[in-house]
């Protein structure tokens, strides 16, 4: 029998994999629905330190996944990924932590333990930060932590920060110091040689992958937890056939994690009954709670002067924090990527962009199952800016975006300014292919050609008849543009909370047992009770390292 099956090999589950397996005499099978990875295999897009087509390839990703953002928008392909290292195989490298309070937060909504004195180590221990040491900082761990260097910022990045600085927001050397509003030339994760290292290469390595007690299965979907009455004994395989276990580890992401606790029967007790799905546990908290980072962006067309002169480098290169000021919101509750390129084509290289996030949103969604079979995918409703505060500070972020781009120190480093998203049209577009490289390779040209045409070209092809002139006059427009238009960050979280035992909100424990259950635990960005004001993989590499080692120290006290 198995000692610790883990279902789902993504950023937490390649964590649990690597360090669970340190101890010889437990036996460990990480369970993945996607493809492998390997040092050796990975793909060059995925390898590639600008990240623009990894999370776009759909042998990457949940092929028939949708999300709906918000109540006025349809539902919409949400890139999550299928693929071994998960998140951390396709995002966009950026290796952030938020702010210490984030972590202090998840104490008094019931997470027992959890707070940024308990945290802080396990971030030290994840990082080998090469430009900073001291007590906020790791030597030693399995993720290698950068900044790009000055000289590959790009013109338009480096004119940014200079207006944000004249602006009032200065610049501070390393965004994982101490939580303070301004501008930063963003953390990435990155190899000596400037590669992507996901999970699955960082902690799952040539040495680690050949223990012997270790079994990496990929391609392979998981149907179910197995029970005998409300213990778990292992998981039954969509193909067929059954793994038994001494205890089952859920790591299949903040979406499928809770798909698959519904589909073993713990969740709503009525909503499992009316997909026939035999009741193990009541707990109404399964899928709810569902977190996001809602997005909006401002760009711009770039000069040629403006662009950069080093398309492979990473695209994401500065950030600057900044406070809404609105009530009941925390500092630095707003985030804005300040983009180098806006998309892997050759359109998306003409193009800067300020990326903006709500840090710390309140809007909740909820994920349901449509089916108990586990090929249909759940249906996932984010319900961003159903809290007006969230609203209203995506509102603040066009704004802020508008009126930096436009300021007479940008002037030769921007052309035409307009409102733009990560909507469903622009994804098409961008999908890989020969016919869009047609269209896009045209529109390149006509843009760099048209001259005095330019903002009537971008006002009816790119924005539809929405300028951003027409949204800083009219309060009604703009929020019809932003409740229309608003994304999310791919950072979905919070469907099996933490909490305490008599908050029917809560699924787990603070060691992400789940309640009413034995030996079946959760351990993904699913267990966030409240979202933290940073992209969530290393938060959730922080997570599997502390769960690691409960778990451990579990086994050694256990008689």
């Known amino acids: 029998m198995i000692d610790y099956l883990i279902l789902g090999g993504g950023s937490a589950g390649c964590v649990l994999a690597a360090r669970l397996s340190e101890d010889a005499g437990k036996s460990v099978c990480l369970i993945e629905a996607g ?6 295999n990975m793909p060059a897009a995925i390898r590639s330190r600008y990240p623009g087509r990894a999370y776009l390839d759909a042998d990457n990703i949940w092929k028939r996944l949708t999300a709906r953002m918000s109540l006025a928008a349809q539902p919409r392909r949400y890139e999550q990924a299928r693929i071994l290292g998960g998140g951390s195989a396709i995002n966009a490298l950026m290796a952030n932590r938020g702010a210490p309070a984030d972590y202090d937060e ?23 930060d090469t430009d900073f040491g001291g007590e906020l900082h790791g030597e030693t761990g399995p993720v290698r932590i950068e900044r790009t260097r000055w000289p590959r910022i790009s013109p338009f990045v ?14 501070f050397d390393d965004q994982n110091g101490p939580w303070q509003d301004g501008t930063f030339v963003g ?24 223990r012997p007690n270790l079994t990496i299965r990929t391609d392979v979907l998981v149907d179910r937890v197995l029970f005998d009455s409300t213990r778990a004994i292992g998981a039954r395989l969509a193909s067929g056939g059954d793994l038994h276990a001494a205890q089952v580890i859920l790591c299949a992401g903040a979406i499928h994690s809770p798909a698959i606790l519904l589909r073993s029967g713990i969740g709503p007790a009525d909503n499992l009954a009316a997909l026939h799905i035999p009741l193990v546990a009541a707990r109404p908290g399964v899928g709810g709670n569902l977190m996001e980072h809602p997005s909006i962006a401002v ?26 000021g609105l009530p009941n ?13 806006s998309g892997w084509h050759s359109i998306g290289y003409r193009l800067g962009t300020i990326f903006f996030w709500v840090n710390k949103s309140y809007s909740r969604g909820r994920v349901t199952l449509t089916s108990a079979s586990p090929l249909e995918e759940p249906a996932v409703e984010f319900n961003m800016l159903s809290d007006p505060r969230d609203l209203e500070r995506l509102k603040i972020a066009v704004r802020f975006g508008a009126q930096t781009l436009a300021d007479p120190s940008m ?32 529109l390149s040209v006509i843009l760099d050609w048209a001259g005095p045409l330019r903002q009537t070209l971008i006002h009816r092809l790119v924005t539809q008849g929405i300028s951003i002139t027409g949204l800083l006059d009219d309060d009604h427009a703009m929020t019809q543009f932003v409740t229309r238009s608003v994304g999310g960050t791919w950072h979905p979280s919070g469907t099996c909370r933490m909490g305490a035992a008599d908050d029917p909100a809560a699924v787990t424990d603070a060691s992400g047992a789940v309640y009413g259950v034995q030996n079946l635990r959760v351990c993904d960005a699913s267990l966030m009770p ?6 969530t993989n290393i938060p959730t590499i922080m997570i599997a390292e502390r769960i690691a080692d409960m778990i451990r120290s579990e086994a050694r006290q256990a008689p």
């Open 35 to 40: 493809g492998p990875i390997s040092a050796a």
């Open 106 to 128: 998840w104490e008094t909504l019931g997470a027992h333990g959890w707070n940024w004195t308990t945290c802080l180590p396990y971030f030290r221990k994840l990082e080998t």
């Open 158 to 171: 480096r004119a940014v920060l200079a207006t944000l600085d004249r602006r009032g927001h200065a610049r």
């Open 187 to 210: 953390a990435i994760a990155v190899s000596a040689e400037g590669e992507r290292i996901p999970t699955s290469i960082c902690y799952l390595t040539d040495a680690v992958r050949q």
């Open 299 to 324: 760009s711009t067309f770039l000069p040629k002067s403006a662009r950069t002169p080093f398309p492979d480098e990473h695209h994401e290169q500065a950030i600057v924090r900044f406070s809404s």
């Open 329 to 341: 919101t925390v500092q630095g509750d707003m985030h804005g990527a300040i983009l180098s390129r």
């Open 411 to 442: 002037a030769g480093h921007r052309s035409t300014i307009f409102p733009s998203s990560y909507s469903p049209r622009v994804a098409k577009v961008a999908v890989p292919g020969t016919a869009n490289a047609i269209q896009r390779g045209g």
């Open 530 to 535: 409240s979202i933290p004001c940073a992209n």
